[in-house]
């Protein structure tokens, strides 16, 4: 197949394109700077697989042409950002950037695709990521949980439309747990960033988060990208692929009991 993956630079996206690399695919992988573009090139090749690392930094429409000039038997769209606060206090800004990143960009891209697979009447096959975190009311998380449970429900509702419309194209959502990437850590700590009263509580908060990631996150996803993989290759993928599967049964174990306790 001929997949294209964003935020492909490091952490799951590239576990998961390096695995489509090592099982025979083309891979192009989307970065957000050009500086990395020769070293992902190099990372790829020391890690024995070939990669093409192409710019593609959601917002820039002018990146967005090479899914125009492309047929891309898969998309897998991993990129986003994490914006952390309080939303008494985050700037409006910071909240709008979440959104437009997490969320309309994403939605653009998915756009393009669909419209390509129109009107060359191809098969395709997307990959959408959303968060586990997204079925959380995490304090100080909100702006980033809230947009990936908005890009959530719009992947479930393409899912019906692509089936309505009968487009030759599948979409899989993937909704990873907390992974060790560096991700999480990030989006804990840049939630200090508008604490502007109450900043005891934001850092008891913050201390008692990066204490829960560190427990719960996942150190090796070898496993997880070998599993994506394989649900790449498949003619009819599945509607959602979600792990670790401890984290996914914890999940909703707590929003049972959390709704048993409001009753």
């Known amino acids: 197949m001929k997949i294209f993956i964003t935020g492909a630079y490091s952490g799951l996206g590239y576990a998961i394109a390096k695995e489509a690399a090592k099982r025979g695919h083309i891979v192009y992988a989307g970065v957000h700077k050009k500086e990395q573009l020769s070293f992902l ?27 125009e000039e492309n047929s891309f038997d898969l998309i897998f769209l991993q990129a986003g950002i994490a914006e952390g606060g309080s939303l008494l206090e985050m700037n409006i800004k910071r909240i709008e950037e979440n959104y437009q990143i997490n969320l309309f960009e994403n939605l653009k891209v998915l756009q393009k695709y669909l ?14 990521t959303s968060s ?26 393409l899912q019906k439309e692509l089936k309505l419309q009968q487009l030759k194209v599948r979409l899989c959502l993937f909704v ?8 999480n ?5 840049n939630k200090e960033k508008d604490l502007y009263f109450k900043e005891e509580e934001g850092k008891k908060i913050t ?14 996803y070898l496993l997880l990208a070998q599993r994506v993989v394989r649900a790449m ?24 009991i959390s ?3 409001e009753l």
């Open 132 to 157: 586990l975190a997204a079925f959380l009311p995490l304090p100080y998380l909100g702006s980033y949980t809230s947009s990936k449970m908005s890009l959530y429900s719009i992947g479930r509702t």
């Open 176 to 183: 990873p747990g907390a992974y060790q990437t560096g991700f």
């Open 259 to 261: 709704a048993l306790i």
């Open 41 to 67: 090139e190099q990372k790829g090749m020391e890690d024995g697989v070939f990669l093409f690392p192409v710019l593609f930094r959601l917002g820039e429409e002018k990146d967005y042409r090479i899914l």
């Open 207 to 220: 201390q008692k988060q990066e204490q829960m990631f560190s427990l719960i996150e996942e150190k090796d």
């Open 115 to 128: 419209r390509r697979c129109l009107l060359t009447k191809q098969k395709g096959k997307i990959f959408l």
């Open 233 to 256: 290759e498949k003619e009819k993928i599945p509607n959602d692929l979600s792990y670790p599967f401890w984290q996914k049964i914890g999940i909703k174990i707590y929003r049972l």
């Open 185 to 189: 850590e990030y989006m804990i700590l």
